[in-house]
């Protein structure tokens, strides 16, 4: 066992390493020792994060690809439109790895421990290659009770396998993604099509699910090959890498399971906003909000759950989970607004009550209100 470390920081994702970069760029961090703790190497490209952000940031450096211009399609229209002043951004989670590395390798007061958590009591961690002891912990796995209490939260998965694909001809439009394309469902379900095209002969191609119940691994392989056939007119290319994932998506009151010692981050921490699934620019702001509450003696994720917007977001889940079939027309109102700007800053927990509400009065389902109801007065 080392020394007694000032903080620890289990998970290695985005989360873990975006609180790590604000914790070592900060002064009041340099004399503090921190301990990263993750049971994988973090050198390969296991997922893509994608988000939307104005004008340029630390990111885009990093970014794969970026867009301005995106599209809707669902069987009786196309929609264009534009994100200006936004951008939509790809990061490749091996760059943002080999990055986060990078910089912490300048950092003298930072070890990196490969070794997987086993157990924490109080201020020490218990790994399955050794022990280790802290002043506080930065925690990214879930808490047990989110799977032993799963009956009394609405909750969702959003699942999803994903192709990069090259063909031989051009056949994408590098400067346009495809946000949803409804053509090609499963069943009575909310599930789409995304596509990246990161030039005119690579993309990434995704079949996405919101609902309650994975697929066989075959399955998504199916819908894939069929959205290309069918809809891109491509039966000639090569799937240089595959994609694949599960993002847990709930009401459940992620935010209580803090301790005096200890505080959750990432998906365990309720940093995924569960009406959209995007989670790297939460972990960018709330990784700011922690370190400043941090450098002013107050707890770290004090004002981190905003209660409003986790009723918005147990509203959508309420009607999702007993309408499933509503996904398509819900998010056909969201993203075919003529503002699509103000989509983007209700998702980013940016925007005003009065903005709130015309979003919320734009899906205007008679579900919706009952849910309301339900939530709002529960």
């Known amino acids: 066992m080392d020394a007694k470390y000032d903080y620890a920081i289990i998970g290695a994702g985005a989360a873990g390493l975006q609180l790590l970069l604000k914790m070592i760029?900060?002064?009041?961090?340099?004399?503090?020792s921190i301990l990263v703790l993750d049971k994988d190497e973090k050198s390969t490209n296991d997922r893509t994060w994608c988000f939307w952000e104005k004008g340029e940031t630390t990111w885009d450096q990093l970014a794969t690809k970026t867009?301005?211009?995106?599209?809707?399609?669902n069987l009786e229209q196309t929609i264009d439109f534009k994100l200006d002043p936004y951008r939509y951004k790809m990061v490749r989670s091996a760059d943002f790895?080999?990055?986060?590395?990078?910089?912490?390798?300048k950092a003298e007061n930072v070890k990196w421990v490969k070794d997987e958590v086993v157990e924490v009591n109080d201020q020490d961690i218990k790994g399955s290659l050794d022990n280790y002891q802290t002043n506080h912990i930065f925690d990214s796995r879930i808490p047990q009770a989110f799977h032993d209490k799963q009956d009394d939260y609405h909750s969702l998965i959003q699942h999803f396998k994903?192709?990069?694909?090259?063909?031989k001809k051009p056949t994408f439009d590098p400067e346009t993604f495809t946000m949803m394309d409804y053509r090609l469902k499963w069943k009575d379900?909310?599930?789409?099509?995304?596509?990246?095209?990161?030039?005119?002969?690579?993309?990434?191609?995704?079949?996405?699910l919101f609902n309650d119940q994975l697929l066989m691994d075959d399955e998504y392989d199916k819908f894939l090959r069929r959205y290309l056939a069918t809809y891109l007119n491509l039966f000639e290319y090569k799937v240089e890498e595959v994609e694949q994932g599960l993002i847990p998506m709930s009401?459940?009151?992620?935010?209580?399971?803090?301790?005096k010692h200890l505080t959750k981050i990432g998906t365990a921490g309720g940093w995924v906003r569960p009406s959209s699934g995007y989670s790297f620019k939460n972990?960018?702001?709330?990784?700011?909000?922690?370190?400043?509450?941090?450098?002013k003696g107050k707890r770290p994720e004090k004002g981190i759950a905003t209660s409003r917007f986790r009723m918005y977001d147990s509203i959508f889940l309420n009607v999702l989970s007993s309408n499933n079939d509503l996904g398509e027309e819900i998010f056909t109102r969201l993203y075919t607004k003529p503002d699509i700007q103000s989509v983007f800053r209700f998702l980013d927990e940016e925007s005003s009550l009065s903005e709130d509400m015309k979003v919320m009065f734009s899906l205007n389902k008679p579900q919706f209100w009952r849910a309301f109801m339900n939530t709002f007065f529960k």
């Open 97 to 105: 790895y080999s990055y986060a590395k990078g910089e912490l390798a």
């Open 189 to 208: 379900s909310t599930s789409f099509t995304y596509v990246l095209p990161i030039s005119e002969t690579e993309a990434l191609v995704e079949f996405t």
């Open 25 to 32: 760029r900060d002064p009041f961090f340099k004399e503090k």
């Open 67 to 73: 867009w301005g211009q995106g599209l809707f399609i």
């Open 283 to 295: 972990a960018d702001r709330y990784s700011t909000m922690m370190v400043e509450n941090i450098k």
């Open 162 to 167: 994903g192709w990069f694909v090259k063909t």
């Open 251 to 259: 009401d459940f009151p992620f935010h209580k399971y803090h301790e």
